[in-house]
């Protein structure tokens, strides 16, 4: 079982930044992708980012590559999203998802396993 927690939302204007947190619980967090979703009101959620176990692999979604990049520390078991060069469709919940299939790379939010609460991102224009 893993426990995630997300943290470093909050309000920011646009073309601001963000660092997103995301503390996993447990000792095969190395071994896990992690993920990056979020949901805006009244829109599905939607993938941003995925990281491999071994750090070797990242993917984004096109709305977002070139402003985000996400990264691990394994040691610490957290996962963080650098947001820049934010604009105000970003606003949404934020979400950091843990999928135990190390090898690939999924970018459907039903492959991940364990979800965090979510935290809060607005971006004013």
């Known amino acids: 079982q893993v426990q995630v927690v997300e943290s470093g939302g909050g309000l920011v204007q646009a073309g601001g930044s963000l660092r997103l947190s995301c503390a996993a619980s447990?000792?095969?967090?190395?071994?896990?992708?992690m993920g990056w979703f979020r949901q805006a009101p009244g829109k599905e959620r939607e993938f941003v980012a995925a990281i491999s176990w071994d750090i070797a692999k990242t993917y984004y979604a096109d709305s977002v590559r070139g402003r985000f990049t996400i990264s691990r520390d394994n040691a610490k078991n957290t996962v963080y999203l650098q947001m820049n060069s934010l604009k105000p469709e970003d606003t949404a919940v934020y979400y950091c998802?843990?999928?135990?299939?190390?090898?690939?790379?999924?970018?459907?939010?039903?492959?991940?396993?364990?979800w965090g609460q979510g935290t809060q991102v607005t971006v004013s224009s």
């Open positions: 998802a843990a999928d135990k299939v190390p090898g690939v790379i999924h970018t459907f939010a039903s492959a991940y396993d364990y």
């Open positions: 447990g000792r095969t967090f190395r071994w896990y992708t």
